[in-house]
Every structure is written in structure tokens, then in C-alpha cells.
């Protein structure tokens, strides 16, 4: 199993930024696709959730009106567009990938919100 997480790095607040987590090793298309955040000193957090058939999706609330997720299941991939961010947006954000009791973790990539 290999995600190979793309599109953090340094923002202004108000900014945009697309993340996007290619995966291989495991049948994607059968499983439930997540984006998680850590920030410093705190727990790690989802973010998004999308079904495998990317029909449905779940969003903090504090990330509704501002991230979507999306997937492509024929490009192995998950994305999530951020808009309007903030620097307590700032985190190290996760790819994750869910079916039953198998969960895969992607390595993060780190998203910095300047004030």
C-alpha cells in the first residue's frame, strides 16, 4: 500500500490550496476516503469523508462551507480543495483510506497558513 500526497506548503490566509493523494496497492474504488489534520499539540481530526463511489460526503463543521472533497476512481485518487483558509488551518493533513477493519494511512503533507 503507497500514497503519494501532493499540493501543501505555504499560503496567505484567504488563500486556496488543492491537495490531492494518489493511491495504489489496495482496491480504491472499494474504500471510503478520508482527509485528516494534526496541528501541533493536538489530536488528529477528520476533516472530509467520501464514499466509495464519491456520491456522499461528510465535512467537520468547521470545514463545511469551505473544503471539498472529491475522488477519481479510475486515477486512484482523492483531492481536497481548500478555500478561504485561516491559520488555525494550519496542520499536517493525512490521506486515509478505510474499508471495514483495513485502514491505511497516508505519510501527510504539511499545510501552513500565514496570518
Known amino acids: 500500500v503507497q500514497f503519494v500526497e501532493s499540493g501543501g506548503g505555504l499560503v496567505e490566509s484567504g488563500g486556496s490550496l488543492r491537495l490531492s493523494c494518489v493511491a495504489s496497492g489496495f482496491s480504491f474504488s472499494t474504500y471510503v476516503m478520508s482527509w485528516y489534520r494534526q496541528a501541533p499539540g493536538k489530536e488528529r481530526e477528520l476533516v472530509a469523508a467520501?464514499?466509495?463511489?464519491?456520491?456522499?460526503?461528510t465535512y467537520a463543521g468547521s470545514m463545511k462551507d469551505r473544503f471539498t472533497i472529491s475522488r477519481d476512481n479510475a486515477k486512484n485518487t482523492v483531492y481536497l480543495q481548500m478555500n478561504s483558509l485561516k491559520p488555525e488551518d494550519t496542520a499536517v493533513y493525512y490521506c486515509?483510506?478505510?474499508?471495514?477493519?483495513?485502514?491505511?494511512w497516508g505519510q501527510g503533507t504539511q499545510v501552513t497558513v500565514s496570518s
Open positions: 486515509n483510506a478505510r474499508r471495514a477493519v483495513s485502514v491505511y
Open positions: 467520501i464514499s466509495t463511489a464519491g456520491s456522499s460526503t
